[in-house]
């Protein structure tokens, strides 16, 4: 993180250092068109665009960071972890389920999705394919509880 903060701004830097060689090109040619004016039009563009790439990949890193820790809290409240949370033992609502059987229904969710793009759903009469067989484990039973009660008790 430290490294893509330090390519920030050091390309800022020299984005700034570059619109200043320009207006000071500018000044000197008296607004005129140069050689030199043209050169360091060419490195603002250049300065420019090195900026928009460390600022993409600024953004890619925050963004890692924050899918990250939307997970953690996923799974901090899906297991109960969460320190004084609402969702605790003893709140009300669903119930904590196991990492263990998160991390179950998360691959399958992620099987499912794949199986959906690829249009093999098997949604035989409409519907998402949940009971149609496609599931890789069969069809879903009738019952189904999402919520897993059984986990409520670990």
């Not at 043209?38 to 665009?49: G, N, V």
């Amino acid at each position: 993180m430290e490294s893509t903060i330090e390519s920030l701004s050091a390309a800022y830097q020299d984005f700034i250092s570059a619109a200043t060689a320009v207006l000071e090109s500018r000044q000197s040619s008296d607004g005129e068109e140069t050689p030199a004016t043209a050169t360091a039009l060419e490195a603002f563009k250049q300065r420019w665009e090195l900026l928009r790439v460390a600022c993409d990949q600024a953004e890619e890193l925050v963004e890692s960071v924050r899918q990250r820790i939307g997970s953690e809290c996923l799974v901090d409240e899906a297991t109960g972890a969460g320190a004084g949370s609402a969702s605790g033992p003893g709140s009300q609502g669903i119930p904590p389920i196991s990492a263990v059987r998160l991390e179950q229904m998360s691959k399958a969710v992620r099987w499912l999705v794949i199986e959906l793009q690829h249009g093999s759903g098997g949604a035989a009469g409409g519907g998402v394919g949940l009971g149609g067989g496609a599931h890789p484990h069969g069809p879903v039973p009738t019952g189904f509880d999402a919520r897993f009660t059984e986990d409520g008790a670990q």
